[in-house]
């Protein structure tokens, strides 16, 4: 069993930064497809960017892309996700995921994850 918690969100201004922490027990990271979603209020979950088990190269949603960045830290058991340049539209809860046995093509698909954090709302003004 997986838990997940994650943190770092909070009422930021557009064009803040802000990085989110997904922090992992039950279960080493490492050899864990991690990923974060999203879902604003009255909108259906989204994708945001993932790192696969066995991959260093994260995948981003064009939405996040050039301005995100996603790593993680095995020896913290921990992902992490930065956005820059925050927009209104950015607002919502994160979610961080965890799946160890997803495939590649599925890695933007959340029904395919089995573990999920309760989230943390990021909300951005303008």
């Known amino acids: 069993q997986v838990q997940l918690v994650e943190s770092g969100g909070g009422l930021v201004q557009a064009g803040d930064s802000l990085t989110l922490s997904c922090a992992a027990t039950?279960?080493?990271?490492?050899?864990?497809?991690m990923a974060w979603f999203r879902q604003a209020p009255g909108m259906e979950r989204e994708f945001v960017a993932a790192?696969?088990?066995?991959?260093?190269?994260?995948y981003y949603a064009t939405a996040v892309k050039g301005r995100s960045t996603m790593s993680r830290d095995n020896a913290k058991n921990t992902v992490y996700l930065q956005i820059a340049s925050l927009k209104p539209e950015d607002t919502a809860v994160y979610y961080c995921?965890?799946?160890?046995?997803?495939?590649?093509?599925?890695?933007?698909?959340?029904?395919?994850?089995?573990?999920w954090g309760r989230g943390t709302q990021v909300t951005v003004s303008s």
């Open positions: 995921a965890a799946d160890s046995s997803i495939i590649l093509s599925s890695l933007r698909l959340g029904d395919h994850y089995d573990y």
């Open positions: 790192l696969f088990r066995s991959g260093y190269r994260p």
């Open positions: 039950g279960r080493t990271i490492s050899g864990t497809t």
